[in-house]
């Protein structure tokens, strides 16, 4: 008989790979709040196109149950959280997932059972926000009658290299005891290894700083790009260059979105303000990540100018809408602000991604079209927002025959021949 019986809550990009996985070898319930997205996942479909139909299929005949009943999960006794932590429009922390969760699993947590969190959050959430819930829910006392862990996600979105299994893994618990049993649990399905850290807060903390360290860097490649651009430099062939030393760290200017780079900074930024210290360095990548969707905006409509095109009515190209390249994932896309940007000039904008899920719901407001729109010749400006692979086989002449008169592409990825301006 298997010792452990997981239940995963939360089935997004995180929580249906980690359920796959731990499927191979436990009883796993997957629980969600989206019905849609469980009927889906019961017909073998996973939108994110994180798992493939031969996955979905494997886990149901592995045994795994998918449901919104949280009494679906009664006879579980390990409990893996794996909702998103969210930021609300002051750029706060929004933990409304996270408790909502943790209500949930309070309310059919039995003695000895163990809540594991993959959320990213700051250092504190586990013990402080979400045992207490756990303990008015259950009636249950803490590290006595229940135990928690915390064991951040890793998942790269599209990456079909660095999945789950293939990505070592932090662990800790809330006892010694409990720590070496969830490295454990984890260790039986990650290949890659695990790394036990010594509390729950060094966990928390480890995973929140890996997002801040690259996006603080990112932030460093997009201000230079700037200054490079004012110099008449290309950017690219300067990273080159400089990438002949051993120890430089090799990243390429562009949009900062998704889930995780950022967003995550905030959660570290709105602990370290609580705590009465003003974390400049981190802030200050924040606005100049955040920056680059208006002076992409900006850039275009300077060329438009130059070029003599009239900005009231014109139409722009974006291609690509997510916020990376080869994935469906459109969480905090930034290139939707670029169109936000390039609309209050009252520019037709039309979006092609063949990525897209149309069904969306940060899409409903879009205008796509469904074929790249060859001998068109219909475009003010084209704008190159994201780096799917496709978009690096078209040519400087397709590019020529989707423009109206003087050809207008702006190259945020680098991947176009013979740009107008490069980011």
């Not at 319930?29 to 997205?37: F, K, M, P, Y």
């Not at 932090?170 to 409990?178: A, D, L, N, V, W």
Request: hydrophobic share 40%.
């Amino acid at each position: 008989m298997k010792k452990h019986k997981i239940a995963i809550v939360g089935l997004g990009y995180v929580g249906l790979p980690l359920a796959h996985a731990f499927s191979t070898k436990y009883d796993v319930v997957g629980l969600d709040i989206n019905q849609t997205r469980i009927d889906e996942l019961q017909n073998g479909f996973d939108r994110t196109l994180e798992l493939t139909e031969e996955q979905v299929r494997e886990s149901l005949k592995n045994g795994m149950v998918f449901t919104t009943d949280i009494n679906d999960t009664k006879d579980c006794n390990v409990y893996i959280v794996t909702v998103p932590t969210p930021i609300d429009e002051t750029n706060e922390p929004d933990l409304t997932p996270i408790v909502k969760s943790t209500e949930a699993v309070g309310k059919v947590l039995k003695k000895d059972d163990i809540v594991i969190y993959e959320s990213t959050v700051y250092p504190g959430v586990t013990e402080e926000v979400c045992v207490p819930i756990l303990e008015k829910e259950s009636g249950l006392v803490f590290n006595k009658d229940f135990f928690c862990g915390y064991s951040p996600e890793r998942i790269n979105p599209g990456d079909k290299e660095h999945t789950v299994t293939k990505i070592l893994k932090i662990t800790s618990g809330s006892t010694p005891e409990i720590a070496k049993e969830v490295d454990g649990l984890y260790k039986s399905i990650i290949t890659a290894g695990t790394h036990l850290a010594p509390t729950i807060k060094v966990a928390e903390a480890a995973k929140v700083i890996e997002n801040t360290q690259r996006d603080v860097n990112i932030a460093l490649i997009n201000e230079l790009a700037q200054i490079f651009d004012l110099m008449g430099i290309n950017t690219k062939d300067v990273i080159e260059a400089a990438a002949t030393k051993w120890n430089f760290i090799k990243l390429f200017p562009g949009l900062v979105g998704g889930h995780c780079i950022g967003v995550d900074p905030y959660y570290l930024t709105h602990k370290a303000q609580s705590l009465g210290y003003m974390p400049n360095l981190i802030l200050g990548a924040r606005q100049i990540n955040n920056g680059m969707s208006k002076l992409i905006a900006d850039k275009t409509i300077k060329k438009m100018v130059k070029f003599d095109k009239k900005l009231k009515g014109a139409n722009v190209l974006v291609m690509g809408a997510t916020f990376k390249e080869n994935c469906p994932d459109m969480r905090n896309s930034k290139v939707l602000d670029i169109i936000k940007e390039l609309e209050e000039f009252e520019c037709n904008v039309e979006v092609y991604d063949y990525w897209v899920d149309k069904s969306d719901r940060e899409t409903k407001n879009l205008s796509f079209v469904e074929e790249l729109p060859l001998q068109s010749n219909r475009f003010d400006a084209i704008v190159v927002a994201v780096g799917h692979d496709k978009f690096k086989e078209i040519t400087t002449q397709e590019y020529a025959s989707m423009s109206r008169g003087e050809p207008i592409i702006i190259d945020v990825k680098g991947i176009v021949e013979k740009p107008t301006w490069r980011l």
